[in-house]
């Protein structure tokens, strides 16, 4: 929802930050972004920059530019999302968001003492429950005595939920409790499988 949000105001721009991306990738795309350009053989930072200073002048504010991380396999590398942001703001004056999750984000990036962090904690379970969209996937597991199983396993996490809900609309809606097992298992067995990875990365986490 913040994310659609942010797509539809005035003064933002999105990009997309592949895993193991560059500084020199990630302020191409940013400034493809900027200056609403599809020629990627050329350089677009001059013009990103006007375009950058110009809406300051108007606006009286800087645009944002949005890094959108995506999530990251253990074995590809950080995206250098600290140093283009840095780039993008200190250079040509633009605000900048990093949507990233934990994994996406290395530790070096928490420690500039420039930064503004905001965490999303899980929400409350009467909070969740409040959701439109979700009304529905509620009701069906509540009916089957299966609401706090769900619950259990998937905490307040609403893209697990979300994700629950596609799978029941894949099921045209019908077999529940189907739908929730498969999917509670394969939760249980991604939880499994991090445990077994982190205890077989470090000596210390044994105790597991």
Same mark, same amino acid.
């Given at each position: 929802?913040? !994310?659609?949000?942010? /797509?539809?105001?005035?003064?933002?721009?999105?990009?997309?930050?592949?895993?193991?991306?560059?500084?020199? =990738?990630?302020?191409?795309?940013?400034?493809?972004?900027?200056?609403?350009?599809? *020629?990627?053989?050329?350089?677009?930072?001059? %013009?990103?920059?006007?375009?950058?200073? &110009?809406?300051? *002048?108007? *606006?009286? #504010?800087?645009?944002?530019?949005?890094?959108?991380? %995506?999530?990251?396999?253990?074995? #590809? @590398?950080?995206?250098?999302?600290?140093?283009?942001?840095?780039?993008?703001?200190?250079?040509?004056?633009?605000?900048?968001?990093?949507?990233?999750?934990?994994?996406?984000?290395?530790?070096?990036?928490?420690?500039?003492?420039?930064?503004?962090?905001? =965490?999303?904690?899980?929400?409350?379970?009467?909070?969740? @429950?409040?959701?439109? =969209?979700? /009304?529905?996937?509620?009701?069906?597991?509540?009916?089957?005595?299966?609401? !706090?199983?769900? &619950?259990?396993?998937?905490?307040?996490?609403?893209?697990?939920?979300?994700?629950?809900?596609?799978? &029941?609309?894949? /099921? #045209?809606?019908?077999?529940? =409790? @189907?739908? $929730?097992?498969?999917?509670? @298992?394969?939760? $249980?067995?991604?939880?499994?499988?991090?445990?077994?990875?982190?205890?077989?990365?470090?000596?210390?986490? #044994?105790?597991?």
């Amino acid at each position: 929802m913040v !994310d659609t949000a942010l /797509q539809c105001t005035a003064g933002v721009v999105n990009v997309r930050v592949a895993a193991g991306a560059g500084e020199k =990738e990630i302020l191409a795309n940013a400034f493809k972004a900027i200056t609403r350009s599809n *020629f990627s053989f050329l350089d677009h930072s001059a %013009s990103a920059r006007r375009v950058l200073w &110009w809406h300051h *002048f108007f *606006f009286r #504010q800087p645009a944002t530019v949005v890094l959108r991380a %995506s999530e990251r396999k253990p074995t #590809q @590398q950080y995206a250098d999302l600290d140093s283009s942001a840095r780039a993008l703001t200190h250079d040509y004056g633009a605000r900048v968001l990093i949507d990233a999750s934990n994994n996406s984000l290395p530790d070096a990036a928490f420690a500039t003492k420039r930064e503004k962090m905001l =965490e999303l904690e899980p929400m409350r379970r009467e909070l969740l @429950q409040e959701l439109p =969209e979700l /009304q529905l996937l509620h009701e069906a597991p509540k009916s089957a005595n299966l609401a !706090d199983v769900v &619950w259990m396993c998937v905490g307040g996490n609403p893209a697990d939920y979300k994700g629950l809900l596609g799978a &029941w609309e894949d /099921q #045209q809606r019908q077999n529940i =409790e @189907q739908v $929730v097992a498969l999917f509670v @298992q394969n939760l $249980v067995g991604k939880a499994i499988d991090d445990v077994s990875s982190a205890v077989a990365s470090s000596k210390h986490l #044994q105790g597991l």
